[in-house]
């Protein structure tokens, strides 16, 4: 994704890094052997496995309901509460790893694309500092171009 940053500079930045096991595919590869052995494979259909992950996100929701703006690493949280976001945070990726199984996307190859995707529609030198959506650079140039026509 060109000159941003690198993950040594995110870690320095943030000092906090995912750990390198187990992978995404072994994640899968697990949730896969524990859903057969439970012969719930049956069950596990996209738009099933869409509205098992749609609540797993609102019992997240649950956890930052109600606590305002919630500070990096969440320092104010009690350790039970750190514990039930990594359960719901887990839950939620889980269910979203079967449903990119299920529908045969590679979710770390899509996510990699749509992240060099977002940098293009979202250059980093144009829209630093901003919340905007991208259509709204694209209509701000439009407008831009307007002007300097006329």
């Known amino acids: 994704m060109g000159d941003s940053v690198t993950r040594d500079d995110c870690a320095k930045l943030d000092s906090f890094e995912f750990s390198e096991e187990p ?19 049956k ?3 996209p738009r099933n496995l869409l509205l098992a992950l749609v609540g797993e996100v609102g ?3 649950e956890i930052f309901q109600w606590k305002g703006e919630v500070e990096d690493g969440v320092p104010d949280f009690s350790e039970d509460e750190r514990r039930h976001l990594g359960e719901e945070l887990s839950d939620v990726l889980i269910y979203l ?10 979710l770390p190859k ?10 293009k ?3 980093a030198l144009k829209v630093r500092g901003s919340s905007k959506k991208y259509t709204e650079y694209e209509q701000d140039s439009t407008d831009a171009e307007d002007r300097d026509k006329q």
Do not use: T
């Open 23 to 41: 992978s995404m595919e072994m994640l899968r590869k697990l949730q896969c052997q524990f859903v057969n052995e439970r012969d719930w494979n």
């Open 43 to 45: 069950y596990h259909k």
């Open 59 to 61: 019992e997240l929701a």
């Open 97 to 106: 790893i079967r449903l990119a199984d299920k529908c045969h996307v590679d």
């Open 110 to 119: 899509a996510a990699f694309g749509k992240m060099e995707l977002n940098a």
């Open 121 to 123: 529609k979202y250059p």
